[in-house]
């Protein structure tokens, strides 16, 4: 494939990452914009608090697989360098976290960068996954799970994938934009005010 058309691979991989599924969710299921709605974040987490289980589900997984496509389908047969498949996984990421569609607002970028590693280093997510669920059991905090997992996240990278340093250097990149991304929710939670994952809002009025 020519530079062209892997530009217009990553391109394809950004502008499909930063499809804002919380924020048509809202539009769809209520008719609401939910940047004005509970943590006014266009994530799951906020979805469920405004808008409950049953639109929440359906945004997480789409938000998974948003990574995942951009990694499997776009990647395949490109015919790129071995690195090509990483450089898609981060534009679906950064595209979910800073999505055009919506005044470059998105979600902290956890669920797309699942998908991605989903595609890259599966047996990482599946340790990770049990790590995320326990520690919200412990502490009750989204945001706790979700910085708990992205700084472990290297590290099974690195041991169940030892030969493959791109995708352990991609997980070290997006364990960083994460942490960015979340750095509201460390103030939040430096500062007490952090809200448990428990407490449901409901949409404002």
Do not use: C, Q
């Given at each position: 494939?020519s530079?062209v058309?892997?530009?217009?691979?990553?391109?394809?991989?950004?502008?499909?990452?930063a499809?804002?599924?919380?924020?048509i969710a809202?539009k769809?299921?209520?008719?609401i914009?939910?940047?004005?709605?509970?943590s006014r974040n266009?994530?799951?987490t906020n979805?469920?608090?405004?808008?409950?289980?049953?639109?929440?589900?359906?945004?997480?997984?789409?938000d998974?697989?948003?990574?995942?496509?951009s990694?499997?389908?776009l990647?395949?047969?490109s015919?790129?360098?071995?690195?090509?498949?990483?450089?898609?996984?981060?534009?679906?990421?950064?595209?979910?976290?800073s999505s055009?569609y919506?005044?470059?607002?998105?979600?902290?970028g956890?669920a797309t960068?699942?998908?991605?590693f989903l595609?890259?280093?599966?047996?990482?997510?599946?340790i990770?996954?049990?790590?995320w669920?326990?520690?919200?059991?412990?502490?009750?905090?989204?945001?706790?799970?979700?910085?708990?997992?992205a700084?472990?996240?290297?590290?099974?990278?690195?041991l169940?994938?030892?030969?493959a340093?791109?995708?352990?250097w991609?997980?070290?990149?997006?364990?960083?934009?994460?942490?960015y991304?979340?750095r509201a929710n460390?103030?939040?939670?430096?500062?007490?005010t952090?809200?448990r994952?428990r407490?449901?809002k409901?949409?404002?009025?």
């Open positions: 494939m530079d058309g892997l530009v217009l691979r990553v391109l394809g991989a950004y502008l499909l990452g499809t804002p599924t919380s924020y809202g769809l299921g209520r008719g914009d939910l940047r004005e709605h509970g266009l994530g799951a979805v469920y608090r405004v808008l409950g289980w049953k639109y929440a589900i359906p945004v997480g997984l789409a998974t697989a948003k990574g995942a496509v990694v499997a389908l990647g395949s047969r015919g790129g360098p071995a690195w090509f498949p990483v450089l898609l996984g981060l534009a679906a990421v950064l595209g979910h976290v055009p919506v005044r470059f607002r998105g979600g902290k956890v960068a699942a998908g991605v595609a890259l280093a599966p047996l990482a997510v599946a990770s996954l049990p790590i669920v326990g520690t919200l059991w412990l502490f009750g905090y989204v945001s706790v799970a979700s910085l708990t997992v700084f472990l996240f290297p590290l099974w990278v690195l169940t994938r030892p030969g340093p791109y995708a352990f991609a997980s070290v990149a997006l364990a960083l934009l994460i942490v991304a979340h460390i103030r939040r939670l430096l500062g007490g952090e809200n994952f407490t449901r409901g949409m404002a009025v």
